[in-house]
């Protein structure tokens, strides 16, 4: 069965270079969510979009930004990039639409690397 | 608040014992849990999940316990496998909105 795919798997940046994360979710998904997770850390929530909408927002800094488009997949677009935001950063989607299932399956993830 | 995993508990058993971790969860209208199993540099794998209608279920080698009264949860493992060795989160939610994490626990699992 087809998953969450995310790309680019790894990232190596700079200080204060801007990166843009990649999530396709599973077919016929219209939820995604997006997680941030330090090292030895749970996932934090940063953001997720159902229908192309912002549905919530959480610790997600300014410097970031997100959107999904209308093929569903979705980017997470960061800026100015900090020592700091080196982490694992994880897309998840659910089928919201019938209600049914609140499951999120979650992609490999992007290992962001801030040097 | 949110719980923040900055400690990471170790359960250590041997193989072919039963293994059983545990998690507070913090909002008491959460209505959904899962517990997910993630493996070093990989994505939260979804082993079982129970709603709040619900006090147990039982999966294949697994079974989750809810406690509403204590906000607490429970994840059985039966029979535990070197291939159990994994970090275990539990996670909460209303519905289709955002997964709060509970702080993770490293289960190894010796031969």
């Known amino acids: 069965a087809a998953g969450v795919i995310q790309s680019p798997r790894h990232l190596i940046k700079e200080k204060r270079e801007t990166a843009t994360l990649k999530c396709y979710p599973i077919?016929?998904?219209?939820?995604v969510y997006w997680y941030q997770q330090g090292p030895g850390q749970d996932p934090q929530f940063l953001i997720s979009f159902y229908e192309k909408m912002q549905s919530d927002k959480g610790s997600i800094p300014d410097r970031f930004s997100a959107q999904q488009f209308s093929d569903y997949h979705s980017e997470l677009n960061m800026s100015s990039l900090e020592l700091g935001d080196s982490a694992l950063y994880f897309c998840?989607?659910?089928?919201?639409?019938?209600?049914?299932?609140?499951?999120?399956?979650f992609g490999p993830g992007t290992r962001l690397t801030v040097t | 608040g949110e719980s923040v995993g900055l400690h990471l508990p170790t359960l250590s058993v041997q193989e072919g014992d039963n293994s059983i971790i545990n998690c507070a969860y913090s909002?008491?209208?959460?209505?959904?849990f899962i517990w997910y199993k993630q493996e070093s540099g990989k994505g939260p794998q979804f082993i079982i999940d129970?709603?709040?209608?619900?006090d147990k279920r039982q999966g294949q080698r697994v079974t989750v316990l809810l406690n509403k009264t204590v906000k607490h949860l429970s994840l059985q493992i039966a029979a535990t496998q070197p291939g159990d060795s994994a970090v275990y989160f539990c996670a909460e939610t209303q519905g289709f909105q955002k997964l709060v994490f509970g702080t993770g626990t490293r289960l190894l699992v010796s031969p």
């Open positions: 909002n008491s209208a959460s209505d959904y």
């Open positions: 077919p016929r998904h219209d939820t």
């Open positions: 129970i709603r709040s209608n619900m």
């Open positions: 998840a989607s659910s089928l919201a639409r019938t209600g049914l299932n609140y499951e999120q399956y």
